[in-house]
Protein backbone atom coordinates (compact mmCIF):
# COMPACT_ATOMS: atom_id res chain seq x y z
CA UNK A 1 0.00 0.00 0.00
CA UNK A 2 1.76 3.45 -0.94
CA UNK A 3 2.14 6.24 1.82
CA UNK A 4 0.16 9.17 1.19
CA UNK A 5 3.42 10.91 0.44
CA UNK A 6 4.04 8.53 -2.27
CA UNK A 7 0.37 8.28 -3.71
CA UNK A 8 0.70 12.35 -4.03
CA UNK A 9 4.29 12.10 -5.79
CA UNK A 10 2.30 9.12 -8.51
CA UNK A 11 -0.74 11.78 -8.98
CA UNK A 12 2.35 14.30 -9.38
CA UNK A 13 4.30 11.93 -11.58
CA UNK A 14 0.77 10.35 -13.47
CA UNK A 15 0.34 14.56 -14.73
CA UNK A 16 3.91 14.99 -16.32
CA UNK A 17 3.29 11.73 -18.48
CA UNK A 18 4.60 13.54 -21.72
CA UNK A 19 6.35 16.38 -20.29
CA UNK A 20 9.61 17.44 -19.94
CA UNK A 21 9.41 16.86 -15.81
CA UNK A 22 8.63 13.27 -15.90
CA UNK A 23 11.82 11.54 -15.78
CA UNK A 24 13.16 13.60 -12.85
CA UNK A 25 10.13 12.93 -11.20
CA UNK A 26 9.90 9.17 -12.13
CA UNK A 27 13.87 8.71 -11.20
CA UNK A 28 13.16 10.28 -7.29
CA UNK A 29 10.08 8.41 -6.68
CA UNK A 30 12.27 5.28 -7.35
CA UNK A 31 15.16 6.60 -4.95
CA UNK A 32 13.11 7.58 -2.87
CA UNK A 33 11.10 4.18 -2.60
CA UNK A 34 13.59 1.91 -3.76
CA UNK A 35 16.64 3.08 -2.24
CA UNK A 36 18.34 2.79 -5.45
CA UNK A 37 22.05 3.81 -6.29
CA UNK A 38 21.44 3.85 -10.21
CA UNK A 39 18.55 4.46 -11.95
CA UNK A 40 18.76 4.86 -15.99
CA UNK A 41 15.85 5.34 -18.97
CA UNK A 42 17.47 3.88 -21.49
CA UNK A 43 16.03 3.20 -25.00
CA UNK A 44 17.53 0.21 -26.71
CA UNK A 45 16.01 0.12 -30.24
CA UNK A 46 16.07 -2.33 -32.59
CA UNK A 47 18.84 -1.16 -34.76
CA UNK A 48 20.84 -2.03 -31.50
CA UNK A 49 21.38 1.33 -30.78
CA UNK A 50 20.92 2.40 -26.61
CA UNK A 51 20.11 6.11 -26.19
CA UNK A 52 20.27 7.42 -22.55
CA UNK A 53 16.68 8.96 -22.09
CA UNK A 54 17.61 10.11 -18.52
CA UNK A 55 19.61 9.11 -15.61
CA UNK A 56 20.92 9.51 -11.87
CA UNK A 57 24.18 7.93 -10.70
CA UNK A 58 25.32 8.44 -6.72
CA UNK A 59 29.08 7.16 -7.99
CA UNK A 60 30.71 10.15 -9.78
CA UNK A 61 33.03 7.70 -11.79
CA UNK A 62 30.64 5.40 -12.23
CA UNK A 63 28.63 8.37 -14.43
CA UNK A 64 31.50 9.15 -16.35
CA UNK A 65 31.94 5.42 -16.97
CA UNK A 66 28.41 5.48 -17.74
CA UNK A 67 28.52 8.37 -20.59
CA UNK A 68 31.60 7.04 -22.80
CA UNK A 69 32.28 2.63 -22.27
CA UNK A 70 28.86 1.49 -21.49
CA UNK A 71 27.15 4.01 -23.90
CA UNK A 72 29.80 3.21 -26.90
CA UNK A 73 28.79 -0.64 -26.67
CA UNK A 74 29.33 -2.51 -23.55
CA UNK A 75 25.78 -2.30 -23.03
CA UNK A 76 25.15 -5.05 -25.59
CA UNK A 77 26.59 -6.91 -22.84
CA UNK A 78 23.51 -5.96 -20.77
CA UNK A 79 20.74 -8.26 -19.45
CA UNK A 80 18.32 -5.37 -19.81
CA UNK A 81 19.20 -5.10 -23.45
CA UNK A 82 19.12 -8.68 -23.95
CA UNK A 83 15.75 -8.81 -22.40
CA UNK A 84 14.22 -6.24 -24.37
CA UNK A 85 16.11 -8.08 -27.98
CA UNK A 86 13.05 -10.57 -27.18
CA UNK A 87 10.67 -8.27 -28.52
CA UNK A 88 8.09 -7.61 -25.44
CA UNK A 89 6.56 -4.96 -24.44
CA UNK A 90 8.24 -2.16 -22.35
CA UNK A 91 8.11 -2.70 -18.81
CA UNK A 92 9.59 -2.03 -15.38
CA UNK A 93 12.59 -5.13 -14.85
CA UNK A 94 14.79 -6.13 -11.61
CA UNK A 95 18.16 -6.80 -13.26
CA UNK A 96 17.79 -9.69 -10.41
CA UNK A 97 14.04 -11.26 -13.13
CA UNK A 98 16.71 -10.97 -15.89
CA UNK A 99 20.37 -11.39 -15.60
CA UNK A 100 21.77 -15.06 -16.79
CA UNK A 101 23.58 -17.36 -14.32
CA UNK A 102 26.96 -16.55 -12.61
CA UNK A 103 26.20 -12.56 -13.85
CA UNK A 104 26.44 -11.02 -10.71
CA UNK A 105 30.52 -12.56 -10.37
CA UNK A 106 31.48 -11.02 -13.74
CA UNK A 107 33.57 -8.01 -14.71
CA UNK A 108 30.51 -6.77 -16.35
CA UNK A 109 28.59 -6.34 -13.42
CA UNK A 110 31.35 -5.01 -10.96
CA UNK A 111 32.33 -2.33 -13.83
CA UNK A 112 28.84 -1.40 -14.41
Not at 57 to 64: F, G, S
Not at 84 to 102: I, N, S, T
Request: glycine share 6%; hydrophobic share 40%.
Amino acid sequence: MLSVKQAKHLATLLRQVGRPRFSRLLIAGLRQSLGCNTVAIILFAPDETARILDYWVEDRALEKMFQTIYIKGAFRLDPFYQEGRRGRPPQFLREQDVAPDQFFITEYFRRY
